[in-house]
């Protein structure tokens, strides 16, 4: 912990020694309080990402901008090379402790997530709030890792507008998408389609050749999105409505020719592509159909209180295959969130909430229908901001939530605390803290578990996990120059962990592991050198350790899986905005981490088992240009991402490993990418 003190005292002395003034973006945010203001005045610091540096990023989808380290310590890992399943990580905790909100609603089901990073398309996203740690508790205790809110595209408030954008890049990958928005007396609406498409790719394998395994897997994702508006008291009232749905297809596994028996005789009859057949047992297809729905509500009154209602539906539908066990499942979602802001005199601006959510899920394995899924989880929170003085702001909340599922039932209150102090003009001081508890959730992706689709109980004394977050934060701005820096800290006791185990009426099994600590610091920060040139530089050390294994069958180590011990972004940027010229390069580094794996066969002088591995620290690079013509009416531009080719260097497949799992680093190597968006 002293190399993060240390860290912290450098970088708050950078800033100090600069001698420029204010620099920020005038960007409103609602996530940290649930109350607007702008980011640099928020009591709780929120990260906020752009639609302009989303669209200049050359994103596709939410996987790809968490992928360019645009948020210090928030990073996205891929578990598997035969579907590509995604997740997120903040501060060094895995996702299940991170909420991923869609429009301030917790839509993002454990069952979603699976693959929903990659299928939340780019255009429809205005604004990306990352709020980390005790920050979030608001939001419920089992977000104690962070909230990630997409704040999706608003529909015009003045002129109607329209715009269509075509990617081409390499593997056949097509992205088209197209939108519109209207605004007509007091009606308004914005329109979205978008489809991506992308073949497969092998470039890696065992001893540095590819092993005709994908790396990259075939995806083909469709989604359409309206939301709109109808005003009335002078926009000060306002109600909603909103549905999106998304089809995708993807696909991956081993390439090689397989014989397959097509008449049932016993006997082969032809030669097929092992990826082509969906019951083949190095193969994976998943259907995926989801559709969001809902109904909001806002007012402002003339006395400053603030009523906004939410109620939120979800439908999501998936049928996969993977070594020739079919695994179907369905599950549905309802959500109802009331939240009221109410000055109170001078100095206080209270916010209470009540928040409901009702999930049923459905799952089919290997053809055997399992017992269905539920879970209700009812929250009421009380949130008090004090403004003590113009320069100082105190926050106190508690939430309390009941959960009842079929795994387990258990409440708990979770405080909050927080304090923002302007020590001068242009700089912020922010010290919060929180507790949050967690219980299994009803869907568990943990160790590839939606391919290999085992049948998941948790033990008879099992307690809930309880955790306590706390964070400190220093802000610094002006005209040419903005910094933030934090320590942060959290403590769980009673982990919950899942682990493998042969019984025979179930296949793995939700237990407490022991205690973990998680702490480090992280800081961001920019220069504008002159008014067309500017420099980015973030990174964060983390310090991850557990008092027992991060899972019950894997060998005794106190270090937290995955969790890399440095991150270092750099990135320079040259905009002439006269000629809509625009040039970016960046750079990232990701340090060492442990990354668990269990042999099936010796390799690399490993005898079969389950080891813990210390990866290389590795560098990608990325490049982008773009110009634009007709006053910004049509942009040209490209994208080149892993510029350097950087690869990992350590490399198994299913004929070593058990899981496809072994992931820390760049599977494919260089990719580029062309596109051309035109806006009316």
């Known amino acids: 912990m002293q190399k993060v003190a240390l860290l912290f005292i450098l970088i708050s002395s950078v800033a100090f020694a600069q001698q420029e003034q204010v620099y920020e ?49 928030v990073w996205v890992e891929t578990s598997c090379t035969n579907c590509n399943f995604a997740s997120v990580r903040m501060q060094g905790l895995e996702g299940d402790y991170s ?28 604004k990306i709030e990352v709020v980390k740690g005790s920050g979030s508790a608001l939001y419920g205790s089992a977000a104690i890792g962070g909230v990630i809110n997409i704040i999706t595209r608003e529909p015009a408030k003045g002129e109607s507008s329209a715009s269509v954008s075509q990617n081409i890049g390499q593997h056949s990958t097509f992205d088209t998408a197209v939108s519109t928005s209207i605004r007509h007396e007091n009606f308004a609406i914005v329109l979205g389609a978008q489809r991506y498409e992308t073949d497969y790719a092998d470039e890696t394998g065992p001893f540095g050749v590819p092993d005709q395994y994908t790396d990259r ?25 909103f549905g999106r749905h998304l089809n995708e297809f993807r696909r991956g596994g081993y390439l090689g020719l397989r014989e397959i028996d097509i008449d049932g005789d016993g006997t082969p009859d032809t030669e097929l592509p092992a990826i082509d057949n969906p019951m083949d047992e190095d193969s994976e297809h998943i259907t995926t159909n989801r559709s969001e729905f809902g109904f909001g509500y806002k007012e402002k009154f003339e006395d400053g209180s603030v009523v906004n209602f939410m109620l939120t539906g979800s439908r999501h539908d998936r049928n ?128 590839h578990l939606c391919s290999s689709a085992p049948t998941v109980v948790t033990a008879d004394d099992i307690e809930p996990e309880k955790s306590w977050s706390s964070s400190a934060s220093l802000s610094w701005y002006a005209d040419k120059f903005s910094m933030d820096a934090t320590l942060f800290r959290t403590d769980i006791s009673d982990k919950i962990a899942l682990g493998f185990v042969d019984h025979p009426d179930y296949d793995a099994i939700y237990d407490n592991t022991g205690d973990a600590i998680i702490q480090g610091a992280e800081f961001n920060s920019r220069l504008q050198l002159t008014e067309m040139v500017s420099f980015t530089v973030a990174g964060a050390l983390n310090d991850a350790t557990y008092e ?54 010796a390799i690399g002088g490993q005898e079969p088992g389950y080891y813990v591995d210390h990866t290389k620290s590795y560098w990608t690079v990325n490049a982008s240009i773009e110009k634009q013509f007709f006053e910004g009416h049509l942009a040209i531009y490209a994208n080149i991402e892993n510029l350097t080719d950087e690869k990992q260097e350590v490399n198994y497949n299913a004929e070593y490993e058990n899981t496809a799992a072994y992931i820390y680093a760049p599977l494919t190597g260089r990719y580029t990418m062309v596109g051309a968006r035109l806006k009316f």
Do not use: C
């Open 25 to 73: 973006t005038e960007d409103y945010v609602v996530t940290g309080t649930k109350t607007e203001s702008l980011s640099r005045d928020a009591a709780i610091r929120t990260e906020v990402v752009g639609k302009n540096t989303i669209r200049e990023s050359g994103a596709s989808n939410l996987f790809d901008v968490l992928k360019k380290g645009l948020v210090p310590n």
């Open 548 to 601: 027992s294994p991060v899972g019950l069958d894997f060998p005794d180590t106190e270090n937290v899986m995955r969790v890399p011990e440095n991150t270092l972004s750099i990135g320079t940027e040259f905009r002439d905005e006269t000629q809509g010229f625009r040039v970016a390069v960046d750079g990232r580094r990701t340090g060492s981490m442990y990354i668990e794996k269990e042999l099936v066969q």
């Open 99 to 126: 909420m991923i909100l869609i429009d301030g609603q917790p839509t993002f089901s454990a069952l979603a997530s699976i693959y929903g990073l990659s299928q939340i398309q780019a255009d429809t996203i205005e």
């Open 320 to 447: 996969a295959t993977n070594g020739a066990r079919p695994f179907v499942s369905f599950e549905k979602m309802h959500l109802a969130d009331l939240v009221v802001n109410k000055p109170v005199g001078e100095m206080n601006l209270v916010t209470t909430g009540l928040s409901w959510r009702e999930e049923k899920l459905e799952e089919t394995i290997n053809y055997e229908v399992q017992g269905i899924r539920e879970a209700e989880v009812a929250g009421v929170y009380i949130q008090d901001e004090i403004f003590i003085s113009e320069d100082i702001e105190l926050i106190t909340g508690i939430r309390y939530d009941k959960t009842k599922s079929t795994l387990m039932d258990d409440s708990a209150f979770s405080p909050r605390f927080g304090l923002k102090y302007d020590l001068t003009s242009n700089m912020v001081f922010r010290l919060n803290s929180g507790g949050g508890f967690r219980v299994p959730y009803l869907f568990a992706e943990d160790l």
């Open 217 to 241: 897997v075939e995806r083909n994702n469709q989604s359409m999105n309206f939301k709109g508006h109808y005003y009335a008291k002078d926009d000060d009232r306002r109600f909603t409505l």
